[in-house]
């Protein structure tokens, strides 16, 4: 971060500038794009005053917010340097105040002071190595909002202990009422700048405040009683930006007895929340949960798919826990999304052990041999699996934020699953085309996850600012000419009990369904912050029974990397 103590030398050129008359001053409303992506790249700009945010949204993969641009800024440097279009696109957050030169008085300005390209070289890095995933994070939102979204009880307390978590990991926090409704800008921008975080908490009978707080923040929380539907009357209070840009979450505080949540999805639908956090009354590992999300420091955990071989994410789950390793947010493909819903459902070691060997290990779950008008199997085993194990819960009713991917033959693209009933979405992901029956959506057709993004870390860097820890279990050959010949004899195949296994075609299907390019595999592993590698080049990916030793495969391959590390998980993008 730019030191605020005292001018920096862009300051300082720009504040020449003005006056001058060479640096040109604009209001900026919030809401207001300061420039879109592909657009030409004139001016230099600088903020006075307010703060933006950046955006970047590439072809096939989730919309990324990169993070916030503060008082003392720069945006637009790496275009006008480069000579080309601004790649993603910047937003007022609030009402701001910009500083512009054109590119031809900046240069000219910049070789009378040579340290303003130095400034300008550093921050360009940085911001630059956080876009890919490979430093710290530059630029994180630092001001959260907290709105009650229905007249239940008191909110201050619970944002009061919020802030204590965030205190024990280092920082400094403070925690702003109503008190400060008629506080001039200027308060508020010092408040700001003298703390790491700032938290403003409005009661529900606060009219006045809470609309001011909508416009006031970078991320804004509304608060809801998960034991109660959702108010019949909504009044959102989030500034345009926040609700443009998708910055605005719902936390559901359930009973201390709660099970299971049950009716999110209302919750959701009512208050168009980007993510829902549920929080336990009375839990503190919910608080510190929170407390990580504020700060960039919560884990998300992906995991590929690659068939029997997802196994092996149970050993690295079971690793990530022995080194008590949090997971804030999971997701996955294919059988990796299976694995991570039993982690969303809050599955322990032994309940998760005990309902995937029940699942897939004691009897294969791909022996209902059909006649392959569709596909070989008729996939009702699957069906009914899902079923027995995940029941009709919907996704919002896990404990943990959750998303799995399959692949849209219709629109050619991939298909996210956020929402909706869970084994749902995971008979979509692991509806391998040839082997399962695809599945249908409306009109569109369904088939696993894996086809065109078996690794989707791109979409966990999307839903938060934390570490990503991504296990990928498509390392090394998974098929050789052995696997695909022609059985010698049909019936010593089928009294072997191999056929359960399905016939050659199968696992030439799940070969060609996990196999992705040099250039995906590169853009996925670099998404992540820890990469963890299980060698399973010996594992069959139609092998349902080799169990055991995949887990421990995952297991040695997890620890290997953790033990590597020079910190926690947690601090592996901890903005300093």
Same mark, same amino acid.
């Given at each position: 971060?730019?030191?605020?103590?005292?001018?920096?030398?862009?300051?300082?050129?720009?504040?020449?500038?003005?006056?001058?008359?060479?640096?040109?001053?604009?209001?900026?409303?919030?809401?207001?794009?300061?420039?879109?992506?592909?657009?030409?790249?004139?001016?230099?700009?600088?903020?006075?005053?307010?703060?933006?945010?950046?955006?970047?949204?590439?072809?096939?993969?989730?919309?990324?917010?990169?993070?916030?641009?503060?008082?003392?800024?720069?945006?637009?440097?790496?275009?006008?340097?480069?000579?080309?279009?601004?790649?993603?696109?910047?937003?007022?957050?609030?009402?701001?105040?910009?500083?512009?030169?054109?590119?031809?008085?900046?240069?000219?300005?910049?070789?009378?002071?040579?340290?303003?390209?130095?400034?300008?070289?550093?921050?360009?890095?940085?911001?630059?190595?956080?876009?890919?995933?490979?430093?710290?994070?530059?630029?994180?939102?630092?001001?959260?909002?907290?709105?009650?979204?229905?007249?239940?009880?008191?909110?201050?307390?619970?944002?009061?202990?919020?802030?204590?978590?965030?205190?024990?990991?280092?920082?400094?926090?403070?925690?702003?009422?109503?008190?400060?409704?008629?506080?001039?800008?200027?308060?508020?921008?010092?408040?700001?700048?003298?703390?790491?975080?700032?938290?403003?908490? $409005?009661?529900?009978?606060?009219? =006045?405040? *809470?609309? !001011?707080?909508? /416009?006031? &923040?970078?991320?804004? %929380?509304?608060? #809801?009683?998960?034991?109660?539907?959702?108010?019949?009357?909504?009044?959102?209070?989030?500034?345009?930006?926040?609700?443009?840009?998708?910055?605005?979450?719902?936390?559901?505080?359930?009973?201390?007895?709660?099970?299971?949540?049950?009716?999110?999805?209302?919750?959701?639908?009512?208050?168009?929340?980007?993510?829902?956090?549920?929080?336990?009354?009375?839990?503190?590992?919910?608080?510190?949960?929170?407390?990580?999300?504020?700060?960039?420091?919560?884990?998300?955990?992906?995991?590929?798919?690659?068939?029997?071989? $997802?196994?092996?994410?149970?050993? =690295?789950? *079971?690793? !990530?826990?022995? /080194?008590? &390793?949090?997971?804030? %947010?999971?997701? #996955?493909?294919?059988?990796?999304?299976?694995?991570?819903?039993?982690?969303?459902?809050?599955?322990?070691?032994?309940?998760?052990?005990?309902?995937?060997?029940?699942?897939?290990?004691?009897?294969?779950?791909?022996?209902?041999?059909?006649?392959?008008?569709?596909?070989?199997?008729?996939?009702?085993?699957?069906?009914?699996?899902?079923?027995?194990?995940?029941?009709?819960?919907?996704?919002?009713?896990?404990?943990?934020?959750?998303?799995?991917?399959?692949?849209?033959?219709?629109?050619?693209?991939?298909?996210?699953?956020?929402?909706?009933?869970?084994?749902?979405?995971?008979?979509?992901?692991?509806?391998?085309?040839?082997?399962?029956?695809?599945?249908?959506?409306?009109?569109?057709?369904?088939?696993?996850?894996?086809?065109?993004?078996?690794?989707?870390?791109?979409?966990?860097?999307?839903?938060?600012?934390?570490?990503?820890?991504?296990?990928?279990?498509?390392?090394?050959?998974?098929?050789?000419?052995?696997?695909?010949?022609?059985?010698?004899?049909?019936?010593?195949?089928?009294?072997?009990?191999?056929?359960?296994?399905?016939?050659?075609?199968?696992?030439?299907?799940?070969?060609?369904?996990?196999?992705?390019?040099?250039?995906?595999?590169?853009?996925?592993?670099?998404?992540?912050?820890?990469?963890?590698?299980?060698?399973?080049?010996?594992?069959?990916?139609?092998?349902?029974?080799?169990?055991?030793?995949?887990?421990?495969?995952?297991?040695?391959?997890?620890?290997?990397?953790?033990?590597?590390?020079?910190?926690?998980?947690?601090?592996?993008?901890?903005?300093?």
């Amino acid at each position: 971060m730019i030191d605020r103590e005292n001018d920096t030398a862009l300051e300082r050129l720009f504040a020449h500038e003005r006056l001058t008359g060479a640096a040109r001053w604009f209001s900026l409303p919030g809401g207001s794009h300061l420039y879109a992506a592909g657009e030409p790249s004139n001016e230099l700009y600088l903020v006075k005053a307010g703060r933006l945010g950046a955006f970047r949204k590439e072809e096939g993969q989730e919309r990324q917010f990169l993070g916030v641009i503060r008082p003392g800024e720069p945006a637009g440097e790496m275009a006008l340097i480069a000579g080309a279009p601004h790649s993603g696109q910047v937003v007022a957050l609030r009402d701001s105040e910009i500083l512009a030169l054109s590119r031809e008085d900046f240069f000219a300005a910049a070789e009378a002071d040579p340290a303003v390209m130095t400034e300008l070289a550093r921050l360009m890095i940085l911001r630059m190595r956080q876009a890919t995933g490979a430093a710290a994070s530059h630029g994180d939102p630092t001001v959260f909002g907290f709105i009650p979204a229905d007249n239940g009880r008191k909110i201050r307390p619970l944002v009061e202990k919020i802030a204590l978590c965030i205190a024990r990991l280092g920082y400094s926090v403070t925690v702003v009422g109503a008190e400060a409704t008629h506080a001039p800008t200027e308060w508020f921008s010092n408040v700001e700048a003298d703390y790491d975080y700032v938290l403003y908490a $409005a009661e529900f009978g606060e009219i =006045a405040w *809470k609309p !001011l707080v909508g /416009r006031q &923040v970078d991320r804004l %929380f509304r608060i #809801g009683r998960g034991d109660r539907p959702p108010p019949t009357v909504f009044e959102s209070h989030a500034s345009e930006p926040l609700q443009e840009q998708q910055l605005v979450d719902l936390i559901l505080v359930q009973k201390a007895d709660c099970r299971r949540p049950t009716g999110s999805a209302a919750w959701l639908t009512a208050t168009g929340a980007a993510r829902l956090f549920h929080i336990k009354d009375g839990q503190q590992a919910d608080l510190e949960r929170l407390a990580r999300v504020l700060t960039g420091r919560s884990v998300g955990l992906v995991l590929s798919g690659g068939g029997a071989r $997802a196994y092996a994410h149970i050993g =690295a789950i *079971k690793a !990530l826990r022995e /080194r008590n &390793v949090p997971v804030d %947010f999971v997701g #996955g493909a294919s059988m990796g999304a299976v694995i991570a819903a039993g982690v969303a459902m809050g599955w322990g070691e032994a309940e998760m052990d005990s309902r995937i060997r029940t699942a897939f290990v004691d009897s294969s779950p791909l022996d209902d041999i059909a006649f392959p008008l569709i596909a070989m199997t008729l996939g009702e085993k699957v069906r009914h699996r899902l079923r027995d194990h995940f029941d009709e819960v919907d996704i919002a009713d896990l404990w943990l934020p959750f998303f799995c991917v399959s692949s849209n033959l219709t629109t050619g693209a991939y298909h996210l699953h956020r929402v909706g009933v869970l084994r749902t979405a995971l008979r979509a992901t692991i509806a391998l085309p040839g082997v399962m029956p695809p599945a249908i959506d409306g009109n569109d057709v369904l088939v696993d996850g894996a086809i065109m993004k078996n690794f989707p870390t791109d979409v966990m860097r999307a839903m938060h600012l934390g570490p990503v820890v991504g296990v990928d279990v498509t390392r090394g050959r998974s098929i050789t000419a052995d696997d695909v010949a022609r059985p010698s004899s049909v019936w010593r195949w089928i009294l072997s009990g191999d056929w359960r296994k399905g016939p050659p075609i199968v696992a030439l299907l799940m070969r060609t369904a996990t196999v992705s390019t040099g250039r995906e595999i590169t853009a996925s592993r670099q998404a992540t912050d820890l990469l963890i590698l299980p060698n399973v080049e010996g594992v069959d990916l139609r092998d349902w029974k080799a169990y055991d030793s995949t887990i421990a495969m995952g297991h040695k391959a997890a620890l290997t990397s953790l033990d590597a590390l020079e910190h926690p998980v947690t601090e592996l993008r901890r903005r300093r």
